[in-house]
């Protein structure tokens, strides 16, 4: 068992893209609450918004207390940062490939 993976990323049933955080076991419901749907996001990225204007349950994040969660995206300065890091990497495929 990994004790890091306690929690997951979950998307909200009704919005696209409005992600909560679920318990292992229980990922049809975020801890806030809200009827969920289970994904295979990582928690790390939690916070992050790019062109599908992503939005995070704040509830649930306060809820979660979990210090692996939104590590490389605590702000809006991170997400650029990693969208940036992306869009690089995609460019660099492309003139390599
Ligand atoms: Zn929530």
Not at 41 to 53: A, D
């Amino acid at each position: 068992m990994d004790k890091l993976k306690k929690h997951i990323m979950s998307e909200g049933i009704g919005g696209m893209f409005y992600y909560h955080i679920s318990r292992v076991g229980e990922e049809h419901r975020g801890l806030c609450g809200k009827q969920t749907m289970p994904t295979h996001i990582p928690l790390s990225i939690w916070g992050y918004r790019g062109h599908l204007n992503e939005r995070y349950c704040q509830e649930c994040r306060l809820l979660a207390h979990d210090d692996h969660i939104g590590a490389l995206a605590v702000s809006g300065t991170t997400g650029r940062a990693i969208a940036i890091k992306a869009a690089t990497e995609q460019a660099d495929k492309k003139g390599r490939g």
